[in-house]
Structure formats: C-alpha cells, structure tokens
C-alpha cells in the first residue's frame, strides 16, 4: 500500500495527498462489503455533490475529478485498500492468539516473581484478619512467599464464600 502511495497523484502537494488517501482507506474501511467500484461511484458521487454545494474538504479535486488518471490512481489506491484490510482480517486469529499467549506468559512471569518475594505487611494482615473472622488456625507465613500467601487467601475465601450467598 505504501509504494503505490509514492506513485498516485503526481499533481498533489503532500497534503493534498495525504488527505485525499486517509479519506479514502477510512472509505474502505467502513464500506468493506462493497466493491472496489462501489466505494469509487460513492467517493465521486460525494465529491461532486459537495464541490457543487461548495462544501468539499477537497476543493483541489474539482479540476482533476473528471481526469482518467485521477480515476485510475483512486481506482488502484482503493483496491489496495481492500488487500490490506482482507490480509488484517485474515490475521486477525493470530493475532488474537498471540496476544492470549503474552498474556499468559505475564501471568506466569508475575507468579515466578511472586514465588521469590516475601510477603506484604497488607497481605500479612490480611490473612490475620480472615483467620480471625473464620476462626482458622494461622499457618506460619514466615517461610510463605507471597504467591503461596496470596494461593492461601484466595483458598479462605474459596471455602468460605457460601457465607456470601443469598439463599434462594
């Protein structure tokens, strides 16, 4: 997408360019189910409807809209357009597998780290208060790193959670 960028419109300046291409690949973006055609008829048929209305972003294209370079150069950008949304959307589940992967390889990292400090002053207290309120004899959390204090309140709060619910 980015060489055919270099060689459509010759005549535009590099802004006029650059805001002619973003409007076009957001174009293709939300009009996807239509063809390369489709999305051109609808781009031509908005700018000549606004240049008459003297109310186009585009105020340039009004001596180029009509030329077969300039249809070409949007015909080929388009179509290009498209490649590169089908081929993001073939990529999709890679990417989303990908993304499931780092996120467990953080969790995972997080808990090797976790496994080698010691515990918090606030996880400490923590389990004190809980045993407190459930009457559990306190292990002693001296040798306990944090994941493993961490693993035995979320196993107080497991079995006791039925003191939560609201029976039916």
């Not at 499931?100 to 990292?109: I, P, Q, S, V």
């Amino acid at each position: 997408m980015y060489q055919i960028k270099n060689r459509i419109y010759p005549a535009f300046d590099k802004t006029q360019k650059s805001g002619v291409c973003n409007y076009l690949r957001a174009l293709v973006k939300q009009n996807q189910e239509l063809s390369v055609e489709g999305i051109l008829d609808k781009f031509l048929d908005d700018e000549r409807y606004y240049l008459e209305i003297n109310a186009s972003r585009f105020p340039f294209l009004a001596e180029f809209i009509d030329e077969t370079d300039f249809l070409k150069d949007t015909r080929d950008y388009i179509y290009e357009c498209k490649k590169y949304y089908e081929y993001k959307e073939k990529q999709r589940p890679i990417i989303e597998a990908q993304k499931e992967f780092e996120k467990k390889k953080r969790k995972f990292l997080q808990e090797v780290k976790m496994s080698k400090e010691s515990p918090t002053k606030k996880q400490l207290y923590y389990y004190d208060k809980l045993c407190k309120r459930y009457s559990i004899d306190k292990k002693d959390v001296e040798e306990l790193s944090k994941l493993d204090l961490r693993n035995e309140i979320e196993r107080i709060l497991n079995e006791h959670s039925d003191d939560y619910k609201i029976n039916d």
